[in-house]
């Protein structure tokens, strides 16, 4: 079999024609099926027998369904109206403490979304040796551009300082600390040094997806899906509210991939799961639960809409909990969710297309016409 490399550039070598029936040619030369790929062979990290061009045949169905529940999702922030928004925003309506969780929440997502998607692209992409796994991160790096363009498009509807907004991340500190918490995860990746080719490496490596697929989007993002969609529940700034339960939907396929390329990654390198490996993680989430509590506090020093830091320790203890259970951890804290109708909003999400201001379907076919 051709070597290929984890690039993905196949390495020049001699290889050995082969002839079997269907595998010539129209003047019977045989083809070169040395290059055909063998599924078996397929792994998520350091695969070297595989080109990963190769799409199929498929190893991880999980990865392409994910890719496919992406793209029946895709749509557009321009889509959203946002003129009850504005008319809101510019009105006395808005109290300052509620203009406050607004701005912070734009504000932290707006540069959230392109850590997100950087740590993709500059990051994970390379190592991930698997076509089909590929094929999602490719997705969902232009859903994470979706995502920040959804932010540029609310700061120039809502009139805002978009310096401001998308350099809160330098300047609030409840922001800054989550953010060069993961920024930190990135940056190990990114030393030219670095390799999976160590069980150090598959181990730094697993740390950076913890930190991104279930801290980033799997509980910082939630807290902000909370306050955000309680305007949401009061029938007030629901253009912002509908773009965020367009993000949430996006984001909980983001989850669930990222559980399921940590979880394959475990089960084909069983040495990485070690007990040391385990603690660390745990007290990653110890940590991102103190950054996340302290943002709340932020956004909320004297309660909003119903809404409080307390009830927020309450629920990223809970979100943690779930999401410790899904890559093998035990459960720590053992908290109430304090808002259960953000679980009936995921679930919403998932059965029917709640967005009636929608102007696009994407999932339906249009034929093409060709000019001859
Ligand atoms: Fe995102
Ligand atoms: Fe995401």
Known sequence: MAAVSVDGMIQTGPTTPVTAAGCCGANGEAYDLSKRINVDDKRLLNCAAVDVNQLMPLKYEWAWEHYLNGCANHWMPTEVPMQRDIE????????????????????????????????????????????????????????????????????????LDGREVFNMYNEVASIQGKDQFV??????????????????????????????????????????FVMILSFNRQNRM????????????????????????INGIKQENPDVWTPELQAEIEQMIDTALDYEVAYAKDCLP????????????????????????????????????PFPWMSETIDLSKEKNFFETRVTEYTSSASLVWDD
Request: charged fraction near 20%; glycine fraction near 8%; include cysteine.
């Open 88 to 159: 809101l925003w510019r009105s006395n309506a808005l109290t300052d403490a509620e203009r406050q969780v607004i701005l912070r929440n734009l504000g932290f997502f707006s540069t959230g979304e392109s850590l997100v998607g950087n740590n993709i692209v500059l990051a994970i992409f390379k190592h991930i040796t698997n076509s089909e796994a590929r094929q999602y991160l490719l997705r969902q790096a232009f859903e994470e551009a979706i995502h920040t363009h959804t932010f540029h498009y609310c700061v120039e509807s809502l009139g």
């Open 183 to 224: 920024m930190d995860l990135t940056s190990s990746v990114l030393d030219p040094n670095f390799t999976t080719d160590t069980l150090e490496g598959k181990q730094e490596f697993l740390k950076n997806l913890v930190g991104f697929y279930v801290i980033m989007e799997g509980i910082f993002f939630y807290s902000g």
């Open 238 to 261: 629901t253009g912002i509210g509908e773009q965020f339960q367009y993000i949430l939907r996006d984001e909980t396929i983001h989850l669930n991939f990222g559980v399921d390329l």
């Open 302 to 337: 004297d309660g909003v809409l119903g809404l409080n830091a307390n009830q927020f320790r309450e629920y990223v203890q809970y979100i943690a909990d779930r999401r410790m259970e899904r890559i093998g951890l035990n459960a720590k804290w053992g908290s109430k969710n």
